[in-house]
Structure formats: C-alpha cells, structure tokens
C-alpha cells in the first residue's frame, strides 16, 4: 500500500490537483492531508470539496493552525499576509465547509504510525519541528515509530539514534530512502501549496509501506495561474509572488 | 519473516556468515546476520542497517545481489547472492606479486569501485577482504557497512564522533571527517596496489588516531625502494593514489582502471624516480598545512564524476581536412576542455595491411609509430596536460567496432567524432559514426565542419 503524504496546501488548488494526479499515477491506494488545508490562497471552497470528498471515501486529514484560525478566534500569532488571508477566507466559508474543519482531528494514531500538522507534544500549539529538541520531544510524547507532519514548508527528515538527540536528513527529490525499522522517524513533508525552499514546484510524499520507503516528489504546477487568482481576489500581492520564487 | 536455514561459514567480529542452499538452477546464496549479543560492537547494527540500505539500491556485477532481508528471533538477517571468486586477501597473502599481475587485480578493483561511484556510493572500507574475483576476471565489493550512500542518510557518520575504516587504508580525508569524496576510495586502492606489489603495508597497521594522522603529513617508501624490479610506471600509479590531497590522486578510478590496462602510456612524473621518502622539510611544510585544513565542500560520487569525464576522440590520422580537425577540436573544447579530471584519449584506427605484408614486424612498428606522432600532433593545440591526454593506435578493419569496443573497456563517458562526408571507405563499411551512435552505451558527439559539400 503506498500512501500520498500532502501538507500545508493553504487554498493552491493547481498545485493540490497536480500532486494527487502525480500521486495516483504512482500507485497511491490512500491519502493523508497533514493540515494547513486552507489559508494564504485563493482557492479554499474547491479545495476543501476536493480533500472533504477523498476523506468520505477513507482519506485522512488532520487540522492545521490556519485551519483552525479561519474557525474563530484571535490571530494575534500570525504575521499580517497570513492574517489577511485568514480574514479573506472566514468570509467565503460556508457552514459545510466550516463543519468539516471543525471535524477534523489534530492528531491520529494508528499502529506504528502517527500523523499531526505540527509537533505532536502538544497537539494545537503548533510547535515547529524545527529542530531535534523539538523533534525528541514528539518521540517522547508517542509510542509511534513513523511521524508523520507538515507546518515547516521545507521538506526534512529527523531519525532517532540510540543514543543522543535525533539526526536531521534532507530527503533528494525522487530517491526512496529506506525507513530502517530499527529508528523511528520523523518525517517533516514539504509545503504542496506553498514552497518555501526556493524551489516553487509542488512538494508531497509518498510512503511505501511493502518497501519501508519514503520518497519526496517535486511536482511542477501552473504556479502562474494559482498566483494571477490571488492577486485578482485582492489577497496580499506578497502571496502571489512568493509561489512563483517558491520562497 | 523467518530465515532460511543455513551452515555457518564464518564468524565475523561485526556478523556471521551462513551459506545456503539454493533452488537448482539459482544463484548460490548466502545469509548475514549482524553480532548483537552483549559485548559486540555497537558499530555491528549500525553497518548491518547500512549495508541493507545500500545494497537494496545497487546493482551491476560488481556487488552481490540483495535478495530478501527481514527479522526472525535470532535478529535479523539480510539474504544475498553468494559471490563464487577468490578473495583478494588470499592474493595478498602471496604478494609480492609481478607487476602485469597487480595491474589486472587492481585494475579490476578499480573498475568495480567506480561503477559504485557511477550509482553515487563511496565505499570507504576498501581492503583485500572486502574484495573478491570472479572466475571471469570482474572484481566484486562487499560489506557496506561503512559505506556512504551520496542520497541516504549517513546512518555511520552520525553514530560515531571518530572516522570509521581500517587503519591500514583509511584516507587522510577520512581521518579530517569528511566521508563524502569518492577519492578516498582511489586512496585505498593505492594502498591495496601497494600490498600486492611490496607485499608490504605504505602506512602500517596503527591503531590509535594519532598514529593514523601521521599519513597527513609523512608519504609511504616508495615502492620500488622495497621491490626495486619493479616498474617505474607502477610506481607512478601507486603513489598518485596515494596523494595526500585527493585533488593530487585520480580523478576517477576509471582513470586508474585505464592507465593500468595501457602501463606504456602513463606519463612519468618525479614520482616513478623517487627512492625515499620526502625529506624533514617537506614532512614538515605538510604538517603545519595539515592544520587548519578545511574540509572540500562535499559532491555526491555522480556529481564528482560529471566533472572528470572520460572523452574518446576518434581521430583518422589519414585524414588531411584541416577544416574538420579543427570542428573537432572545438567540440571538444566546448565539452569543457577546463575540467580538471577531465581526460581526452585520442584514437586512431589504421586499416590493416594488405595482404602479405602483415608480417613485416619493422614496417608494422613505424606505422604504428607515426600514427601516435600523427595524433599527438593533432592534440597540440587543446594544450592538455600529460595527465589529461592519452593516445592509443589499433589496428581493425572495422573502425566501428574498435571504438565501440574501446568505449566500453574503459568507461568512456562520450565519444566525439567526425563525420565523413564524402569518404570512399563509407562506400564499403557504411558510416562509421551512425554506426557508433546507435550502437553506443554512452554520449556520442558527430561533428561536422560548417562547409557543404557538393
């Protein structure tokens, strides 16, 4: 079985559309959305349709802190795109689509494996896994062996030592490293729908449960067309180009 | 996932080896399981783990077959290809051995270890026992549990603070902590040449840290000052491996493979003619400059290799066009005449002789001869370095076949040559560069002159 790991897709409905059509056509049986589905883009009622549909037929989709933050509630956290953003999509969802939101899960736990949008030490704070006291902190708090999150952007990969903090790795497009089944791993997927590692082409994972592997895709998208909506819906401009630099 | 039962065939410090039988018809394997009762070596998961890593990924002749791997209540257990050949450390134990014979096994490890580059693994672990000899001459490598994976995580270099590898071959780069380079690979090869040559060790045995660092500053005897019949081309080959600094060594190992297959050919440097050790001032100037030293930034193998590429260049010394000499020549200092691993082989085919006069061994030898003039007359204006161009002359009536099969032997990364337009040849043979391209395993360059003719 191999399942398509997507992340933080924040309203980027091309690149969405042209990670789970890249994903099928590698096989995946089944499909996780790690949070982080809405927020900075401007498509957030057709995404939402989309991931609200694959989870009726078994996909898995967890809640994200601007998931979260469209439902209500002060933003005093967040810098002033993302705010705007925020705003600009409470306004457009429905009572549907909020329900779906306010459904999902922060975090999910079935047998080796565990998935969340952020640290899942303290699941709705949003801890950025950004480094290995972070990272050992979620070992810690499960008996999981496989993490799965998103909420960093960039794509990178933690695994524990036998003795010692947790070593970082930072996965090649394309090449499978094999999970060992003798560390636990924390997988950080990168951002489908809005890059930050300079390089703007889409990013998902795909985990391979028969090989132990997981491979990180680039998946080129009309980053154009996904910016030209959100400069016409009135969104900040820095929105835009920032898909486009893929920074 | 249970083993498969097995024999015991030998009792390793860091695993054990178990043969077993086969269905017929299939290959021969053979089942590791890593030592992991109390007081093993920690290093023994953690290399089991990267050999699983790494072998799953590999493939090609040069490396046992990864069959299945899985986990039973004795631990857990990898499956692999059993390797029917000798191992090198039963040549080494009869070194020293005559110098054409240490070419052949060097040279096969040597081809072995950059087919491991060419799929981005360094192997850092190169030593007779890891090395085994196919009856058919091809060199295996095995155990890859210090091996580094360019694309993987580096499972060994974060378990330990110290440099994993053997001290008998471990690299002054690996000692300083960088396992990234491919060349410490071409290191270890030089110090196996070395062995099987001297039947001694260039740096001993040592232990401790310490005594390893002295080969950051202090070079091996050289060769022949232990086995003085040896040839100074040998040595040359030897001790450019053996370079401290591994922009010093050979690019590739490929280079290697090629220079021990054509011994006549290595230009010599003041490396052949040394007959001791450098002096206290040039062990002295060394050391200090070993301080401080950082480390290069890291490539993966591919990458290293892509800038040290191996150009054949077909050249018909018969050939009197001016223009399409030149058009060659500008291919190939567009393919990037600056890169320093670069190297250039110049081939020239001559047809054979007609009939009844084959055997005229003095007439035979001046053709010869004058071809060779011919081409490095032709390799002049690129300026190459000696180390950067070799020439080679043959004989075939089908030139085709020649380079393709010279392509083939020694790495060749592209082929560039000429397309003869209005050749009265091309009438009987075809075209030798259609030929080429299609028939090719690598990058073929055909080139033409900007004149049309009629």
Known sequence: MRTALLADIHSNLEALEACLAHARRRGAGRFAFLGDLVGYGAD??????????????????????????????????M?????????????????????????????????????AHAGMDQPGRWIYASDAHTVARSFEASAARLF????????????????????????????????????????????????????????YALYDEAAGTLTHHRVPYDCEAAAQKILAAGLPERLAWRLRSGT | MNAPQGTLLHEGGMARLYAVDAPAGEMP??????????????????GFEMEQMILGRLAGPHVPRLLAAGSDDAGPWLLMERIAGESFAAMAARAPLAAGEVARLVGAAAAAVHDLHR?????????????????????VLIDFGLARHAELPDLVGEEFRL?????????????????????????????????????????????SRLAMHRRLYADPPPPRALAPQLPPWLQEAILRCLEIHPEARYPTAAQLAHDLAHPDRIPLTDRAARRERAGPLAVVRRWLHAFGRAAPAPATPAGHLAHAPHLLVAVDPADEREALAEALRAA?????????????????????????????????H?????????????????????????????????????????????????????????????????????????????????VRTGERTA
């Open chain 1, 44 to 77: 957030p009622l057709a995404c939402l349709d989309i991931i609200a549909g694959m989870v009726e037929e078994g996909a898995l989709a967890l809640r994200g802190n601007h998931d979260e933050a469209c439902l209500g509630g002060q933003l005093e956290a």
């Open chain 1, 79 to 115: 810098h002033f795109a993302a705010r705007d953003a925020i705003y600009w999509t409470r306004e457009r969802l429905g009572p549907r689509h909020r329900e779906f939101l306010a459904g999902l899960p922060l975090i999910h736990e079935e047998g080796e494996r565990c998935f």
């Open chain 1, 148 to 203: 799965f999150t998103g909420h960093v952007h960039e794509p990178q990969l933690y695994f524990s030592m036998p003795a010692g903090l947790p070593r970082p790795f930072r996965p090649v497009p394309g090449v499978a490293v094999p999970l060992s089944e003798f560390r636990r791993w924390f997988v950080i997927v990168g951002s489908a729908g809005q890059p930050r590692d300079g390089n703007p082409a889409a990013c």
């Open chain 2, 29 to 46: 394997r053979l089942l590791k399981r890593p030592r992991l009762e109390f007081g093993s070596h920690p290093g023994c998961l953690v």
């Open chain 2, 119 to 139: 799929q981005n693994v360094i192997h850092l672990d190169i030593k007779p026992e890891n090395l085994l000899l196919r009856a058919d001459g091809t060199a």
């Open chain 2, 163 to 207: 440099p994993a590898g053997s001290g008998i071959a471990i690299s002054p780069e690996q000692l300083a902590g960088n396992r990234s380079d491919p060349r410490s690979d071409v290191f270890a090869l030089g110090v196996l040449a070395y062995r099987l040559a001297t039947g001694a060790l260039p740096f001993g045995n040592p232990a």
């Open chain 2, 332 to 364: 190939l200092r567009r393919a990037r005449v600056a890169e320093p691993g670069l190297r250039v082989t110049l081939m020239g085919v001559l047809a054979p002789l007609p009939f009844g006069e084959e055997s005229d061994p003095a007439l035979e």
């Open chain 2, 366 to 446: 001046s053709r010869h001869t004058a071809a060779l003039i011919a081409l490095r007359h032709w390799a002049a204006p690129l300026g190459l370095a000696p180390e950067a161009l070799r020439l080679h002359v043959e004989e075939a009536g089908d030139p085709a076949s020649a380079l393709l099969a010279y392509a083939a032997a020694h790495h060749v990364d592209r082929i560039v040559l000429g397309a003869h337009g209005h050749s009265a040849l091309r009438r009987y043979l075809g075209s030798v560069s259609s030929r080429v391209v299609a028939e090719a395993a690598c990058s073929v360059t055909v």
